[in-house]
């Protein structure tokens, strides 16, 4: 008899970095690196695959949002270039990195959710 487990909300797991399954084992190992399987309800996770797609994404939307800031510093302080990269290189590495463990967590939760398999892809 196959285990029952509730339906997971996709926002509320990927947030977590949780299991889309079962919503209590931790996904990654490491950074950004997914487990082979969930230690708690044993789920394979081979099948739900991300690739490129939330570094896409974290660049197109992270970018709308830091190239406008930045505009705005350069014509309200002008200050030289240096603070620039003083300024902007951390906080884009630092953002683009908090952002983007949630945000590939959502897409496998959302690949889960949708029982998309990377087989029905490649097809």
């Not at 079962?22 to 996770?45: A, E, N």
């Not at 896409?56 to 930045?70: C, T």
């Not at 014509?75 to 983007?100: D, S």
């Amino acid at each position: 008899m196959t285990e029952y487990y509730p339906r997971q909300s996709s926002l509320k797991t990927g947030l977590r970095c949780a299991c889309p399954r079962c919503g209590q084992g931790k996904l990654y190992v490491g950074l950004l690196t997914v487990r082979d399987r969930c230690s708690v309800c044993d789920f394979d996770y081979g099948r739900l695959n991300t690739d490129d797609g939330p570094a896409f994404f974290i660049i197109v939307l992270y970018s709308a949002l830091i190239l406008p800031l930045a505009a705005w510093f350069q014509f309200a302080v002008e200050p030289p270039i240096w603070v620039h990269f003083l300024i902007w290189i951390p906080v884009i590495i630092v953002g683009a990195i908090a952002l983007m463990r949630p945000f590939k967590a959502w897409l496998v939760a959302q690949q889960f959710k949708h029982d998309v398999d990377d087989a029905d892809i490649t097809r």
